[in-house]
């Protein structure tokens, strides 16, 4: 759900494929999870289901991205930079996102959401329910994955061990993903590890090094394990979505998905150009992270406020146009100043800490 850092270094296909992977997570939450999963009776678009529910796996094809973008955007970058270039990047638009739909909630949500201020309050930690107040909008759970693995990433450039130990890493890491999945099942080692949704992670990271040039038998050998482990992943998530009572997934059609779907990112990374104009490509991709931060609480407070009997379809669909509309400007009007500012005064201000404490310049590139 990241950019990458400048507009000549641009992966064009990795934005529209973005676009698609959040238009998979819009239907299956209006067309199969709905706000029927929060108590309520209505689903948007049912008819959808049997096609919907699968769309869940749009959430793991981002992780695979992440792992790319990550991956590039360390590059050339100190520790303490990288930090900064992440959180400029996500915060400022998780902290308007996340309050436009507290608002919404709290306006329009009476007798069906309820919010409260001390729940907006935990929220801008982000992981919420590690404050005891449950998300206000539960699609955040992805956005506290992405956290988590931007933070190993930062410590293991810390420590040296990223991209140099590429390859231990990611072994260590299925070995923990693997022993905790097929024994303790611990979630504390679920959360810490990413233990369900590693594979994705990795295969990003190996697409970036064939990017860069790899080639050799390992990375054949690591990409195959790292493709087994997310085919895997996707299938064991089946146990929660089950709990859904109108859930009925086709095991294969999960792995078919899946593969797919890391095979798409995989050839994303291979196209050079696109036969689109760059403005509308980068308006793809910039729109995506604040679509899906706003798309799913905001839009079924509207569906139940509006209670809709007839036009179903066009109410759903006027509602996912106006989310996209909303989120595009917060791309264009917000992010645009907003980014900048942030990451000049944390570079700032490290860069003068760093001087003051060991006479070394931190500045975040």
């Known amino acids: 759900m990241d950019q990458i850092r400048t507009e000549s ?21 209006y067309g199969f999870w709905g706000p029927a999963s929060h108590g ?17 796996l749009g959430v793991p094809v981002f992780f695979a991205i992440s792992g790319f973008v990550i991956a590039y955007s360390a590059e050339g970058r100190t520790p303490i930079g990288f930090a900064i270039a992440r959180f400029s990047r996500i915060y ?10 507290f608002a919404a909630t709290a306006l329009f949500g009476a007798g069906h959401f309820e919010v409260t201020t001390r729940q907006w309050l935990a929220n801008l930690f982000i992981a919420a329910p590690m404050l005891g107040q449950p998300y ?16 190993w990433v930062a410590l293991f450039m810390a420590l040296g061990l990223f991209p140099r130990r590429i390859d231990a890493i990611i072994v260590a890491w299925l070995a923990i993903t693997f022993a905790n999945e097929l024994t303790i099942d611990a979630p504390i080692f679920e959360k810490l590890f990413m233990a369900d949704d590693s594979g994705f992670f990795a295969v990003g990271l190996l697409i970036y090094q064939h990017y860069r040039g790899r080639r050799d038998l390992r990375w054949w050998v690591l990409s195959a394990l790292s493709l087994g482990t997310a085919v895997f992943q996707s299938i064991h998530k089946l146990e929660r979505l089950g709990v859904h009572p109108h859930a009925s997934y086709d095991p294969w059609v999960v792995a078919a998905i899946s593969v797919v779907g890391l095979g798409l990112v995989f050839l994303a990374t291979r196209i050079k150009r696109l ?60 992010e645009s100043w ?28």
């Open 9 to 29: 270094s641009r992966v064009p296909a990795l934005d529209l494929l973005r676009l698609i992977a959040v238009g998979a997570v819009i239907l299956y939450h």
């Open 40 to 56: 309520e009776t209505q689903v948007a678009l049912p008819a959808l289901g049997p096609f919907a529910q699968y769309g869940f």
């Open 92 to 101: 400022p638009t998780f902290v308007l996102c996340m309050t436009l739909t």
């Open 136 to 151: 206000v909008d539960t699609s955040y759970w992805s956005l506290v994955i992405e956290v988590v693995f931007y933070a």
């Open 275 to 334: 036969p689109l104009p760059a403005k509308v490509v980068l308006a793809a991709g910039g729109v995506t992270y604040p679509l899906y931060l706003l798309h799913m609480q905001l839009g079924y407070v509207i569906f139940t406020a509006v209670a809709p009997q007839a036009h179903v379809v066009a109410i759903t669909c006027a509602i996912v146009v106006g989310a996209f509309v909303l989120a595009y400007g917060v791309w264009r009007f917000f």
């Open 338 to 365: 907003a980014h900048p500012l942030v990451k000049f005064a944390l570079s700032s201000t490290a860069d003068r800490l760093g001087r003051l404490f060991s006479g070394t310049s931190f500045e975040a590139r």
